[in-house]
């Protein structure tokens, strides 16, 4: 019985969109619900194509109440018999309240090489610290920010007169390749680190 994966987006998914697609064939698990936010999300148009459910809870209503906003989450996610969680570019922060129950089925990528840069605007700040190298990180998700245990990393080269617009479209086709490769073993259980190259 393969797993069922529900990916959380806030913008145009590029991470979702690889997962998708790495979950064919023999693959262990299958996506489920792709969730957002964000109703304008370019990647729930794109998962409604691919014939994926969606469901979207803009958190704007809720004015700063996160446990209405993830009790509402949690309301979409249940129909779904939801196995396994990604977090793929997914913008709000989740309380411990959400994420405990969650916990050792919730994966998120981060991109920076934890657990340097924590948080926003890490290839900003890997430039400004001259950086030689930078990457992501794809975790499981603890109520603490960006914390969890490591499950993989892929690490690229800064270059010369990087901005952190280049270093970030090195880093996020690494993601997609991290990922997936992430995913596939943790779906079967496999909790062993991916490290790229
Ligand atoms: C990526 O850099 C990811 O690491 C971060 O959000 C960015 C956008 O991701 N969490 P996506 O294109 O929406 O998947």
Same mark, same amino acid.
């Given at each position: 019985m393969s797993k069922r994966v529900a990916i959380f987006i806030s913008g145009g998914g590029s991470n979702m969109r690889a997962l998708v697609a790495s979950m064919t064939g023999e693959h262990p698990a299958r996506p489920a619900l792709v969730i957002s936010n964000?109703?304008?999300?370019g990647g729930i148009a794109w998962a409604r194509a691919q014939g994926i459910a969606t469901e979207v809870v803009d958190?704007?209503?809720?004015?700063?109440d996160r446990t209405a906003f993830e009790s509402e989450i949690a309301a979409r996610l249940a129909?779904?018999?939801?196995d396994l969680i990604c977090l793929a570019g997914f913008m709000r922060v989740l309380t411990a309240g959400f994420v405990t129950p969650w916990q050792g089925r919730m994966l998120n990528i981060h991109p920076?090489? &934890?657990?340097?840069?924590?948080? %926003?605007?890490t290839h900003a700040r890997a430039l400004a610290a001259g950086e030689t190298e930078a990457g992501c990180t794809v975790h499981e998700v603890t109520p603490? &920010?960006?914390?969890?245990?490591? %499950?993989g990393q892929a690490r690229v080269p800064v270059l010369p007169g990087d901005t952190p617009q280049t270093l970030a479209a090195r880093v996020l086709e690494q993601e997609h390749i991290l990922y997936p490769a992430v995913l596939r073993r943790f779906a079967q259980g496999d909790h062993t680190q991916v490290m790229l190259p």
């Open positions: 964000n109703a304008d999300a958190h704007r209503p809720f004015k700063g129909p779904h018999a939801i920076s090489l &934890l657990p340097k840069y924590r948080g %926003l605007d603490a &920010l960006d914390d969890g245990p490591i %499950l």
